[in-house]
């Protein structure tokens, strides 16, 4: 997939330091994509909508807390 139109997204609670963060695109038709901050030309993670939405609501819900 071509993700050269791809608008990325870090959390504002990642900060300026570098750190463990990923980036979001949302504006892509049909498709919601993931990348590691310090690795923007590496691989994305693609996802449908309906996949995106299931796992913030697994967050939302606590199903990943440790």
Known sequence: MDLSQAVW?????SGDSGGNCVEVAGNLPGVIAVRDSKDPGGPALLFTPGEWNAFLGGVRDGEFDL
């Open 9 to 13: 997204k870090k959390s504002s609670r």
